[in-house]
């Protein structure tokens, strides 16, 4: 197993910029999700990849968009950043829908 | 929609002692999955432990074990033995076990600052 790995670790944008982030998952990882984690909060569901097609989405706004590619490797890309969008964001994925996920240690983004 | 909540902010234990880390939940459903995460300051989330609402049993995994209370929907995590690596901020979650598009999302609780003390 080779876990999930996310990039960057770090990334300053500023408001109303775009920004993408990477996850690359465990070999054979169906399903991929997205989190986004205020400090000192719990994380929030974003979006969930399951074969490259999106089959769940939390309360987040359209300008949150997601990738998942064949070689089980996915991104996250927010348009027009807002202040609010500073957090820390996780990846997790898993082999099939009914399994326990495997999460990344995330990218802190700040937006100034 | 489910929630889940923790109400105690921070904990704290001294090292070799025990301590109960509080979960409750609300949800209409039957058939779900409830986990206990730790997330260290490298910010990993790492599972400590899992139960199966159909599963009347509480789970184990070494010094940490759980109490669930299927009808007062509350799921208690218990440290036993506490090490000063248990320092970190714990998170109850929940997971739908039906279909629809919330299948695997997880819902999480705000979380809880576990502080060992040597």
């Known amino acids: 197993e080779t876990g999930v790995t996310q990039s960057p670790t770090h990334l300053i944008k500023t408001r109303g910029q775009q920004v993408t982030l990477r996850c690359s998952s465990q070999?054979?990882?169906?399903?991929v999700s997205w989190y986004q984690q205020a400090l000192g909060q719990g994380p929030q569901f974003i979006f969930q990849?399951?074969?490259?097609?999106?089959?769940g989405r939390g309360n987040f706004p359209p300008r949150f968009s997601g990738l998942q590619f064949p070689n089980y490797s996915s991104e996250l890309n927010v348009n027009a950043l807002e202040l609010d969008d500073s957090a820390l964001y996780l990846c997790?994925?898993?082999?099939?829908?009914?399994?326990?996920?495997?999460f990344g240690s995330g990218t802190r983004l700040t937006v100034v | 929609a489910q929630t889940v909540t923790q109400s105690q902010p921070e904990m704290s234990v001294q090292e070799a002692e025990t301590v109960t880390l509080s979960c409750t939940y609300d949800?209409?459903?039957?058939?779900?999955?409830l986990f206990w995460y730790k997330q260290p300051p490298s910010r990993q989330m790492i599972l400590v432990i899992r139960?199966?609402?159909?599963?009347?049993q509480n789970a184990t995994e070494n010094r940490f074990s759980v109490n669930f209370q299927k009808a007062a929907k509350s799921f208690s995590l218990k440290i036993s033995d506490s090490q000063l690596g248990d320092a970190a901020m714990y998170f109850c979650?929940?997971?739908?076990?039906?279909?629809?598009?919330?299948?695997?999302?997880?819902?999480f609780g705000q979380g809880t600052i576990l502080t060992v003390h040597p």
């Open positions: 997790a994925s898993s082999l099939t829908r009914r399994d326990g996920y495997t």
């Open positions: 070999s054979g990882h169906n399903t």
């Open positions: 990849y399951y074969r490259e097609e999106e089959n």
């Open positions: 949800t209409s459903e039957s058939d779900y999955y």
């Open positions: 139960q199966e609402a159909y599963k009347q």
């Open positions: 979650a929940y997971r739908s076990a039906t279909g629809g598009t919330s299948y695997g999302k997880l819902t």
